[in-house]
C-alpha cells in the first residue's frame, strides 16, 4: 500500500509551529514524517528558521536559555541542533553541558524540580537528569521509588553498550582535542553518549581546540556557500 503522497510547496502556520516544537528534540528524519514533507524540504526550512550562527555569541545564558537547553538534555536532538537554537557555536553549547555538571549538589526539593522529575522519569538516563535537576544521583533515586527504584538506564534509554577500559582511556586521550562527532563515529556512540561520559569523567576541551572548532565551523560555512554558489552556476549554465 503506498504511502500519503508528500506534501509541496509553501509551508502552512501548522507544520511550521511543529517542526519549531520538534526541532532539538527530534530527528530531522522524525519531524519530516510528522509533518509529511520530503526531508530536503525540512533541512531548508531548518536553515531559514535557525540558520548558522557567523559569530561566536560570548553573552551570558540566560535562565530562560539554560533552562530550555537542559529541557532538550537526553533527547534525540544534538549539540548541532542546539547551536542554532541559541545562535551560538557547538563548542559553547558543549562547555555550557559540561559546566552543569559542576553545579550538581543536594537542594532541597521544590514542586517545579518534582513536576520535572515526573515528566522527564523513564525518557532520560540518570545522568540527564542530574544534569537537568542539579541534584546527585542518589537524592533523585530515593525521592521517589515509584519512578527511580528498580529502574536503570539501560531500561529507559537507547540501549548502548557498556564503556571498557579502551574505549574510556581512548576517550581521555582524544576528548580534549577532537570534536565529539568525531569521538561519536570512532566509538560507535551518539554524541550525547560521548558528552555525559566526558563530563562523568570530568574531561575537558583544550581551549586551543575549542578556538580551533570555531574557526573550523566558519571555513565549513564559508567553503559551503562557496560549492553551493559554484552549483547553482553550473544548473543555470546547463538550463541556459
Known amino acids: 500500500m503506498a504511502g500519503r503522497p508528500k506534501k509541496t510547496g509553501q509551508w502552512s502556520a501548522p507544520d511550521t509551529s511543529m517542526l519549531k516544537r520538534m526541532y532539538g528534540m527530534c530527528k530531522r528524519t522524525k519531524i519530516a514524517q510528522?509533518?509529511?514533507?520530503?526531508?530536503?524540504?525540512?533541512?531548508?526550512?531548518?536553515?531559514?528558521?535557525?540558520?548558522?550562527?557567523?559569530e561566536n555569541n560570548n553573552k551570558p545564558w540566560t535562565a530562560s536559555e539554560v533552562a530550555k537547553l537542559k529541557n532538550m538534555l537526553g533527547s534525540e536532538g544534538d549539540e548541532v541542533q542546539w547551536a542554532r537554537i541559541f545562535k551560538r557555536s557547538v563548542a559553547d553549547v558543549e562547555r555550557k553541558i559540561i559546566g552543569f555538571q559542576s553545579d550538581v549538589a543536594e537542594r532541597p526539593w521544590t514542586r517545579e524540580s518534582l513536576a520535572?522529575?515526573?515528566?522527564?522519569?523513564?525518557?532520560?538516563?540518570?545522568?540527564?537528569?542530574?544534569?537537568?535537576?542539579?541534584m546527585p544521583e542518589k537524592q533523585i533515586v530515593a525521592k521517589d521509588k515509584k519512578f527511580c527504584s528498580s529502574t536503570n538506564d539501560s531500561e529507559r534509554t537507547?540501549?548502548?553498550p557498556r564503556w571498557s577500559s579502551e574505549d574510556i582511556e581512548t576517550l581521555k586521550r582524544l576528548h580534549p582535542i577532537t570534536p565529539n562527532t568525531e569521538l561519536a563515529q570512532r566509538l560507535n556512540r551518539t554524541t550525547k553518549s560521548i558528552t555525559s561520559k566526558a563530563a562523568s569523567l570530568g574531561l575537558k576541551k583544550q581551549p586551543e581546540h575549542l578556538r580551533k572548532m570555531g574557526r573550523?565551523?566558519?571555513?565549513?560555512?564559508?567553503?559551503?556557500?562557496?560549492?553551493?554558489?559554484?552549483?547553482?552556476g553550473k544548473s543555470s549554465d546547463s538550463n541556459a
Open 34 to 54: 510528522k509533518v509529511g514533507r520530503p526531508l530536503a524540504s525540512v533541512n531548508k526550512m531548518v536553515a531559514k528558521l535557525f540558520p548558522e550562527s557567523t
Open 116 to 134: 520535572d522529575l515526573k515528566r522527564l522519569f523513564g525518557s532520560r538516563s540518570n545522568f540527564d537528569l542530574t544534569l537537568i535537576l542539579g
Open 158 to 160: 537507547t540501549k548502548m
Open 216 to 232: 573550523d565551523n566558519v571555513d565549513w560555512r564559508y567553503n559551503r556557500n562557496q560549492c553551493e554558489e559554484e552549483e547553482n
